[in-house]
């Protein structure tokens, strides 16, 4: 399978992504996907300059995301792949992106989340999909950076 590494961080690209997690990996490319995203210059801008030099950058809609992954388009490459969200990635599993596991590192606290741990709130919503996707197998971590423990999110939920 293409995809290295899967992870969920409201910010994308970021220092610990861009060199912890991509080096950590060993990715080849890193593919961010969120449907707002792609229609930003500004942000494609900052996610270009973010990126690791010798990395490919791919900025893709969930749809096109979708198409191309099931196509095969990356099999020869490694692929660290980035949702901004917990629907966006419960979405790609939805349909039928073969991921087994993912890592949900930073979401910040907004109105109508709480916080289960210093990095990471979660609405109601997003509780209820982690929820729906553990018990359909996939493994759900809350992890900052890899060398941090790769508990389950299910120890944070209280």
Known sequence: MAI??????????HGQVATVWTNTLGAQRIMVVNDLAVKDQLQIGALKMAKPAGVKLSILSKRKAIEKILAGNYEEEKVFLITKDIKDMFELIEAGIPLKTFNVG????????KAIKKSVALTEE????????????IKITAQMIPSESDESITN???
């Open 106 to 113: 930073n979401m910040s606290q907004k109105e109508g989340s």
């Open 4 to 13: 290295a590494h899967a992870r969920v961080d409201e910010r994308l690209i």
């Open 156 to 158: 944070f939920i209280k």
């Open 126 to 137: 997003d509780i209820q999909l982690i929820n729906q996707m553990i018990g359909n197998g």
